[in-house]
């Protein structure tokens, strides 16, 4: 998911760079949605792990 945040996050600046303030600023918003869904799961992941008792290594 990072990785498609990222993407957008360049296409925005690509955007943003010839002149595209609609595009780029929506493709900003999907960026930073994608961002912090990835962390929110991330967070849900790391305390199931915890949960069970895994060892993440």
């Known amino acids: 998911m990072l990785g498609w945040a990222v993407t957008f996050l360049i296409i ?7 002149g595209f303030g609609g595009i780029a600023g929506t493709a900003v918003e ?3 949605l ?17 949960m069970r008792g895994r060892n993440p290594m």
């Open 12 to 18: 925005a600046l690509v955007a943003a760079l010839f």
């Open 30 to 32: 999907i960026a930073k």
């Open 34 to 50: 994608i961002f912090f869904v990835a962390i929110v799961l991330f967070a849900i992941s790391a305390v199931v792990g915890l």
